[in-house]
């Protein structure tokens, strides 16, 4: 019997309302992925609504947790970089509705400008229905470093989290979407338990743990595209998965010099 579905979505920072569609917390952030506040709320709530299965990451990879029979597919809610908006306006949403989600901290950024800090990373994993997990330490690409390089990268991210939460099933997820073999391998070495990536399409459980694709929820979505891309059968979810996969496809020709290997991709 093949394994569950999953839509892992991936979010960067929620902005606050009555900002402009190019507002940014700080350098590292891109307007386009800038989710309006009220438009998470209502991303969260069809999720309820339309009794759409939610599953944390690390609950989904280790089968726990059932579909609906009526359900063609469950949803896995990540964030990656580490906002401030984490913890100032996704949490309070996600803990009002009971869904889990996996946060990826960039540990070097802690305590920047428009970041998490340390206190406030080390709270948001105490949250039961919430997970830390790594996105580096610096932000560069894991597939553009050394192999020597890329793993103390991991290393270092790894260690840092081992700091901010007693919960030791941590994931990474990498920066820019970019990796390859050489990063899952120092990922996996490393102890982390899975590997996300931005590759378009969707997770089946029992599928490759340091393969796993994801859906970036951009700004300006409506509720009718958000409901649309979770169905992995339509033909706009199918649309998307088209149109993601040959931008990176040429992006990958154009970095081959670089990345060797890699199968970089957002």
């Known amino acids: 019997m093949e394994g569950r579905r999953a839509i892992v979505l991936m979010y960067h920072q929620i902005d606050p309302e009555g900002v402009s569609s190019g507002w940014v917390p700080n350098d590292l952030a891109d307007s386009r992925y800038g989710v309006p506040l009220s438009d998470f709320r209502e991303q969260m709530a069809l999720l309820r609504e339309r009794k759409i299965p939610v599953a944390g990451l690390a609950e989904f990879l280790s089968g726990e947790g059932k579909n609906s029979p009526d359900a063609p ?20 949403v996600m803990e009002e509705l009971g869904i889990p989600a996996t946060f990826f901290l960039a540990t070097g950024h802690l305590g920047k400008d428009g970041m998490l800090t340390e206190s406030r990373a080390r709270d948001l994993g105490a949250f039961p229905l919430f997970s830390l997990g790594s996105h580096g330490v610096t932000h560069r690409f894991l597939s553009h470093l050394p192999f020597e390089e890329c793993e103390r990268e991991v290393l270092d991210s790894f260690e840092r989290l081992d700091g901010l939460s007693p919960k030791r099933t941590f994931s990474l997820s990498a920066p820019g979407g970019r990796t390859s073999d050489r990063v899952a391998t120092a990922v996996r070495r490393t102890g982390f338990r899975s590997l996300c990536t931005s590759r378009p399409g969707f997770f089946r459980q029992g599928g490759d743990p340091y393969s796993i694709p994801r859906l970036p929820v951009m700004r300006g979505w409506s509720a009718e595209d958000f409901l649309m891309l979770l169905d992995p059968d339509s033909s706009a979810f199918q649309r998307n998965r088209w149109i993601r996969s040959s931008k990176n496809l040429v992006r990958a020709l154009l970095e081959f010099p670089r990345t060797g290997t890699g199968r970089g991709v957002l």
């Open 73 to 92: 597919v469950s949803v896995i809610v990540t964030f990656d970089d580490g906002y401030a908006s984490d913890f100032d306006r996704a949490a309070p």
